[in-house]
């Protein structure tokens, strides 16, 4: 069956919406300083690089891959040599390659990571739900998987994370993707703290962090959204499902 890409608007400002979940991927502030604001500065993810031999990291909605070129950008300028990158995705609804390189073009703080991606990205075969692409002499590997979230514990049994990236569009649109089912993969999958961060701020989001063993703080949200939540990982849970 062929993969569904998503229906998306690229206005004249840069901003790419979702009609279907009525928001944007990112901040028409400017999308590189939000996620550097919302996951790699609370995930204190350059520190990650130098104190993991591999770091692995967890993104919940790859949209337009932002997050993951940032996180490769901060990896090439801070990783030590020895250091490698494992960047696990899930998206439901993937941007098709001809629109994914009409959206890198807003990109200009990205250009460098972004013309590798695109060339990976352009041979996808997006009939299949798992593509796995390696970069810079296989030590940064990147996987997207294309299902549903609620299909994680199916694709990464037994698999540990150092940081989470919770970026799926607003729970109000989107309440699927913030599920306990979720909340419990993380907290059975995280290694001793472990980080996460998202833009929300749901009281249900902290609840089910707080359930699955993650210390939760609320800070400053990036320009004009007031919060945001970040935390890490507290309590050893039982990792066997």
């Not at 990112?26 to 990650?48: C, D, R």
């Not at 972004?114 to 030590?139: A, H, M, P, V, W």
Request: with cysteine; glycine share 6%.
């Amino acid at each position: 069956m062929h993969k569904n890409f998503a229906k998306i608007e690229i206005l004249d400002t840069g901003d790419i919406y979702s009609p279907v979940f009525n928001d944007i991927y990112f901040s028409p502030a400017g999308g590189y300083m939000e996620s550097l604001h919302v996951f790699a500065e609370p995930n204190n993810i350059p520190q990650k690089f130098f104190s993991n031999e591999i770091t692995n990291i967890f993104e919940a909605g790859f949209g337009t891959g932002l997050n993951f070129l940032l996180t490769l950008k901060l990896f090439l300028q801070f990783a030590p040599k020895s250091a490698s990158l494992d960047y696990t995705s899930f998206e439901k609804y993937p941007i098709s390659p001809e629109q994914m390189e009409k959206i890198h073009n807003f990109f200009i703080f990205l250009r460098h990571e972004s013309i590798s991606f695109l060339k990976s990205y352009s041979k996808i075969d997006f009939n299949k739900n798992f593509t796995q692409f390696s970069f810079y002499n296989k030590r940064v590997s990147l996987n997207i998987i294309f299902d549903d979230l609620t299909e994680v514990k199916k694709y990464l049994p037994g698999k540990f994370f150092h940081a989470w990236y919770l970026d799926g569009f607003n729970p109000k649109e989107n309440p699927e993707m913030w599920s306990e089912s979720f909340f419990e993969f993380m907290g059975k999958n995280s290694f001793d703290n472990a980080t996460f961060s998202t833009f929300s701020a749901a009281g249900f989001i902290k609840r089910g962090l707080l359930k699955s063993g993650f210390q939760v703080e609320k800070i400053k949200g990036f320009n004009r959204k007031r919060e945001m939540l970040k935390g890490y990982k507290t309590k050893c849970l039982d990792k066997i499902f």
